[in-house]
């Protein structure tokens, strides 16, 4: 069987592809692309930021078999639970947590977490990959130093507004210390135009370290020193405590049966559980019968999101903390008194649930062993901070907290907080045949959701499950893509409020996915159509 590698960035994409080419295993090109994504990609993730990867290993017996490796940002250990209680302005409307004074969650120093990335792939290296540590960051240093043309995606989001008033656009990230203007602007203040060739000679060094002294250098060596001179001098919650004892974390997946498919996904607090809710409410209806995307099928998929977002916001947080309430939420009981309100037609109230950006990425990657790799990782949208000469941007994962204390996403030292990412993989007869995961917050979870119910319900193929309209509902109104008629959704206003977004393609998370036909082990691959990604089959 061939290998394929489907990612946002057609740069880390082709270089993850060459991995497999030269015979590379699916954890060799999922690091290396990653490595390239977090140089080309300054907002979406970097080795400032975190990571969340569901495999599967070739020879595997068991679904569900390989652990989910978890490398979460977590709160730095001088924070305290009610710092910024005093500081909310208003809940988010978008229903992404709140707006705090000064953006203090989202922007600056104050909003970095201690970053899990570097740790991860270093772990991912150690265990899984064929490659050296060394040779998996050479083409994102290649890259860094001969520079590579600004896309036109990139281009275009750094002149978007922010969403809200009280928000931050990823241009305003460029302004927010003296070395990201430096780095990411022009002698005249203005940002790079879509081909116009942009160098990072600081990155490149920053990588070449890692490269040299390996992994633990970003941790407890000479660059963490400098790390957290910077972070300390500037009122960060992080200290050199934190960053020494980091350490990655192994769960358990989430693993259900849906109609004769196992769906394997992440654990909470991210986004798995509450896939796996959602299919489970679901699993009773005839949707084939309902029709793919008409105004009955909306609302009933719709009502279901809902509900499991009623119990993820109210239940869910870093189960180091929390009480671990995923078997709950996935029990006969527990589905059984959704599905018994959706058909009563009552309310169902959402409570708010915790902000998170929507600039995250993704790489999905098979290889010629039956490896599966489906990667998920973040710097939330970057806090605009970067240490002077470093030239990565740090997360700004402290905007994922509830600022409210005595929530299950409440703000603790050392916490991880709740994120929507998915990487998420289906089996049938016990092998893997579909892969997928995406960036988008907590949209993440239901377009992955939408994009798997396409295949296994209405068999659709990935590329056109991919590239169908998506809605979303996580509050009191449905958003749908432009694509879906004013028709159908003047039928489902009349039992529901909905709203058509300006956008035909994205804005609903951005899947890539990789099927496998079980009979003729035929790969094939779909990048979302809201982004610049590809697939790439390698012989």
């Not at 030239?391 to 603790?412: Q, V």
């Not at 579909?434 to 239901?446: F, M, N, Q, S, Y």
């Not at 119910?453 to 499950?465: E, K, T």
């Amino acid at each position: 069987m061939p290998g394929m590698i489907v990612a946002p960035q057609p740069m880390a994409v082709e270089e993850g592809a060459k991995v497999l080419a030269a015979g590379g295993n699916a954890f060799d090109a999922a690091v290396t692309a990653a490595v390239v994504q977090g140089v080309t990609d300054p907002h979406s993730c970097g080795v400032g930021g975190y990571l969340v990867m569901t495999s599967h290993r070739a020879g595997q017996s068991a679904v569900g078999g390989s652990p989910i490796f978890d490398a979460p940002a977590i709160a730095g250990s001088l924070v305290k639970p009610d710092m910024w209680k005093d500081a909310i302005l208003r809940p988010n409307p978008d229903g992404w947590g709140y707006f705090l004074k000064d953006k203090v969650n989202d922007n600056g120093y104050q909003s970095i977490c201690v970053p899990g990335m570097v740790c991860g792939l270093g772990e991912i290296q150690r265990r899984f990959c064929s490659r050296s540590w060394s040779d998996l960051l050479q083409p994102a240093i290649r890259i860094a130093d001969e520079g590579w043309p600004i896309t036109s995606w990139k281009a275009t989001s750094w002149k978007e507004p922010a969403g809200q008033p009280e928000g931050s656009s990823l241009q305003e990230k460029l302004h927010v210390t003296a070395e990201s203007k430096r780095v990411w602007l022009k002698p005249d203040g203005s940002t790079y135009e879509a081909g116009e060739k942009f160098r990072h000679p600081d990155y490149a060094r920053t990588l070449r370290r890692l490269a040299e002294r390996g992994p633990d250098d970003f941790y407890s060596g000479e660059l963490a020193r400098e790390i957290i001179g910077d972070l300390q001098k500037n009122g960060a919650w992080i200290t050199a405590a934190d960053l020494a004892g980091y350490k990655t974390r192994e769960a358990a997946p989430t693993v259900i049966n849906y109609r004769g498919y196992q769906i394997v996904t992440n654990q909470s607090p991210h986004g798995g559980p509450t896939l796996a809710q959602i299919l489970k409410i679901l699993e009773a209806d005839d949707l084939r019968c309902l029709g793919h995307n008409s105004a009955k099928y909306i609302l009933r998929v719709s009502l279901a999101m809902k509900a499991a977002f009623a119990d993820r916001n109210r239940m869910l947080g870093d189960p180091d903390f929390e009480p671990d309430r995923v078997h709950w939420m996935l029990a006969p009981e527990r589905i059984a008194h959704w599905r018994a309100i959706i058909e009563s037609g009552k309310p169902i109230d959402v409570t708010r649930g915790s902000t998170e950006s929507k600039n995250t990425t993704q790489v999905t990657v098979t290889d010629r062993w039956g490896n599966w790799v489906s990667l998920t990782h973040s710097l939330g949208s970057s806090s605009g901070v970067i240490t002077p000469g470093l030239g990565f941007m740090y997360n700004n994962s402290m905007i994922n907290f509830d600022p409210l204390p005595g929530g299950p996403n409440g703000i603790a030292p050392r916490k991880g907080r709740s994120t929507g990412m998915t990487p998420t993989i289906v089996y049938r007869g016990g092998q893997p045949v579909l892969a997928l995961g995406a960036p988008g917050a907590t949209r993440i979870i239901t377009a992955v959701l939408q994009v798997m119910l396409n295949v296994l319900d209405f068999g659709m193929s990935v590329s056109d499950a991919v590239l169908a309209p998506r809605f979303d509902c996580q509050g009191d109104t449905i958003k749908c893509q432009a694509r879906i008629p004013e028709l159908v959704c003047s039928e489902v206003r009349k039992q529901h409020p909905i709203e058509r977004a300006s956008k035909s393609h994205g804005g609903f998370a951005l899947v890539h996915a990789i099927a496998c036909d079980p009979l003729t082990c035929r790969l094939t691959g779909a990048a979302d159509t809201g982004g610049e990604g590809m697939p790439l089959l390698v012989d």
